[in-house]
């Protein structure tokens, strides 16, 4: 039975321009929310497909993104510059389309360090640049993408201890299913304090796993224990992600 304790959205996009346009929308609207809190808008990014969107997304925008700080949901834990790098995605596609955005306002793993000390350095960095070293730091966005697994960031089915996870905020993912092997993540305390939390989830291959993860809220998929507890989730998804929830 679906318990669900946070204010929950369906977004369906029967185009892909349709699904820029709400992706962009939600920036607007969170971007914007924002600004009447804080100096910085703190958003959150996922890798894979969403890359491309979220380009498309932001140019569609023309947001003013200047006082926008990116994290990184999850991270491969491989060089700055090698092409799994979820920071390399990002930064190669946005200094051709979005100029504007400075290097300076993505918030980077360092993941020349050993990946415990990665993992323990970046929830620090998050804390140091969110501003509440004592308690758990609250994103404005999280931007997140869903596998056919039902995993989100790097928190995956096949290693549900990562799920239980309570007091550290970013942690090393080793044995990864989906590769590079080895990657650091956010946890679900961190993931459920944020203030707005969005899958944006594409593709007639992940239909069903939509259904049992936002409709049937099966949890042995990771994506289904996002909740924010006092924030809303919203799900972004295509015609064909969407088939099996929206008649
Ligand atoms: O670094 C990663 O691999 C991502 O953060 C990962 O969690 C991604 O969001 C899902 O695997 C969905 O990826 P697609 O949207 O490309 O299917």
Request: hydrophobic letters at 35%; glycine letters at 4%.
């Amino acid at each position: 039975m679906p318990d669900r304790k946070c204010s929950f959205k369906i977004s369906l996009a029967e185009s892909e321009d349709k699904l820029i346009e709400t992706v962009s929308n939600l920036l607007r609207r969170c971007s914007e929310q924002a600004k009447d809190r804080k100096a910085t808008f703190s958003i959150g990014l996922s890798g894979g497909s969403l890359v491309q969107l979220l380009t498309k997304a932001l140019r569609k925008s023309t947001l003013d993104t200047s006082n926008w700080e990116f994290f990184f949901c999850d991270e491969r834990y491989v060089a700055d510059d090698h092409s799994d790098s979820t920071f390399c995605a990002y930064r190669t596609e946005w200094l051709s389309q979005l100029p504007s955005i400075l290097d300076s306002q993505f918030v980077k793993a360092d993941t020349t360090k050993l990946l415990e000390e990665c993992a323990a350095d970046y929830e620090a960095r998050v804390k140091v640049k969110l501003g509440n070293s004592h308690s758990v730091p609250q994103f404005d966005l999280l931007l997140l993408g869903m596998g056919p697994d039902g995993h989100t960031c790097s928190l995956f089915p096949e290693q549900p201890a990562t799920l239980e996870e309570t007091s550290r905020l970013v942690i090393p993912i080793r044995n990864s299913p989906k590769p590079p092997p080895e990657r650091i993540t956010f946890t679900l305390p961190l993931i459920n304090n944020a203030r707005d939390v969005a899958f944006v989830v594409t593709g007639a291959s992940k239909s069903d796993v939509v259904k049992r993860v936002f409709v049937d809220q099966d949890k042995q998929f990771p994506a289904a224990w996002v909740d924010p507890t006092n924030g809303q989730l919203t799900l972004i998804v295509d015609a064909g992600a969407g088939s099996q929830i929206i008649s």
